[in-house]
């Protein structure tokens, strides 16, 4: 089917969708229909500069080359056959994801959330059938985001994710972030008559929560708490990782390892897929403990190898930091241009937030909708933070754009 094909056929008025479509989500009034590269078109053929990628998702940007040829040929071969039976592509990507991490095995699943469920999972058994612990406790950050099934809004240490959805999985307890003394403390309490911490659950950079990253000692001293107890460092990588912070893994950014870490948006370039990794140590799942009927089906690990072996082939990591680089510096002259407005700006990589200053009589939702006025799409994270998430193959005169459109956008709010 032509581009022109799909944009005809789409029948759709957002208020004819609204009848049909649950309304669990605020969306902005577009329908987009096609794509290409860093740029999309919605049905009135207008094009925006795509810096959304689907949530940090389009890794290799829209109609990428590789990607159609991986889509293309293994459709035409194998799309799913369950976990009956074994699937090469499930292997080559397992293989893949190993020997480019510090993980000895690999789940597959088809969400962040899924991932995070499976870690959960593998942390409680550990706890149980190692070190005897009765009632496992999981450690989390306030203000962090880990999914919305029930275990995972759980996990998530943001009330409004929550709310009405109780009762809650027990088993979690949530410490402010980056905070080392309150964590030392929490441990200390939870484990006072008997160990019951059996896991911590961090994002090495907290996406959704505000883009605020990691800080490396607290990072160090967390890996250190969990040696000396036993505890297992669970990392979730679903937004930061696969290339978007500059270094494959964001847990690289803190020089630690983890036991365990999750992936998922950016690993299927938009192709749904997640993946739960783990080192040998604490490999204790055996046949029937866990399994997902799509997981890890030759079709969405053919896709991500391709995004894989595309990301060593065009060398998207030296892309990400320097593009990075460009759209932190970029942002910086912005806060010197407004600095009644911006209050900070930060990131890794091509995952990057502009916070505004809490006397700013707007929030970041407001310039988010001027944007999409100029033609640029961005997401919040959290209504005072702008997040910046192109695909890792965006070019430096598209970086230069998006600038531009946020200086104009600010410039209409002051
Ligand atoms: C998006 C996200 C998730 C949830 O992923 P889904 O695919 O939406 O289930 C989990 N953790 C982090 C850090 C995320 O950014």
């Given at each position: 089917m032509s581009p022109e094909t799909l944009v005809k056929s789409s029948p759709f008025s957002s208020a004819e969708f609204d009848e049909y479509v649950m309304s669990t989500y605020a969306r902005f009034p577009l329908t987009l229909v096609r794509g290409s590269g860093c740029r999309v078109w919605d049905d009135q053929g207008r094009e925006y500069l795509d810096f959304v990628a689907g949530i940090a998702t389009c890794t290799l940007g829209h109609a990428h080359s590789a990607m159609i040829a991986a889509v293309t040929e293994q459709a035409q071969t194998l799309v799913h056959i369950s976990n009956l039976y074994y699937n090469t592509p499930q292997g080559d990507l397992a293989k893949w994801l190993v020997e480019h991490s510090c993980a000895d095995r690999a789940f597959f699943c088809n969400s962040g959330a899924e991932a995070n469920e499976a870690a959960i999972k593998l942390a409680r058994k550990y706890a149980h059938?190692?070190?005897?612990?009765t009632h496992p406790i999981i450690i989390t950050a306030n203000a962090s985001f880990h999914g919305r099934t029930l275990a995972t809004i759980t996990a998530t240490g943001q009330p409004k994710y929550q709310q009405n959805f109780d009762p809650l999985v027990p088993g979690f307890h949530y410490v402010p972030y980056n905070d080392v003394e309150a964590l030392k403390s929490a441990i200390a309490d939870l484990d006072r008559n008997e160990p019951q911490v059996a896991a911590i659950m961090l994002e090495g950079l907290q996406g959704e929560g505000g883009v605020r990253p990691g800080d490396r000692a607290y990072f160090q001293t967390v890996r250190q708490l969990c040696d000396e107890k036993g505890i297992l460092l669970i990392m979730d990588e679903v937004q930061v990782g696969m290339g978007r912070?500059?270094?494959?893994?964001?847990?690289e950014n803190l020089d630690i390892e983890p036991d365990i870490f999750t992936s998922a948006k950016g690993l299927g370039g938009g192709v749904p897929i997640g993946a739960m990794l783990c080192k040998s140590h604490c490999n204790v799942f055996s046949a029937g403990d866990h399994a997902s009927t799509?997981?890890?089906n030759p079709f969405a690990c053919a896709v991500a190898l391709a995004v894989c072996h595309t990301l060593e082939r065009e060398n998207l990591l030296a892309n990400v930091q320097a593009r990075g680089e460009q759209l932190r510096s970029g942002l910086i002259q912005l806060a010197q241009k407004f600095p009644h407005l911006i209050s900070d700006v930060r990131g890794w990589g091509l995952i990057d937030g502009l916070e505004l200053s809490s006397d700013s009589t707007f929030t970041a939702a407001d310039i988010v909708k001027i944007a999409i006025e100029e033609g640029v799409l961005l997401v919040p994270a959290g209504p005072k933070v702008l997040r910046f998430v192109p695909p890792l193959i965006v070019t430096s005169e598209e970086i230069d754009r998006a600038i531009a459109a946020v200086d104009r956008a600010l410039t209409t709010l002051n």
């Open positions: 059938t190692v070190r005897n612990i912070s500059g270094k494959l893994w964001g847990y799509f997981g890890g």
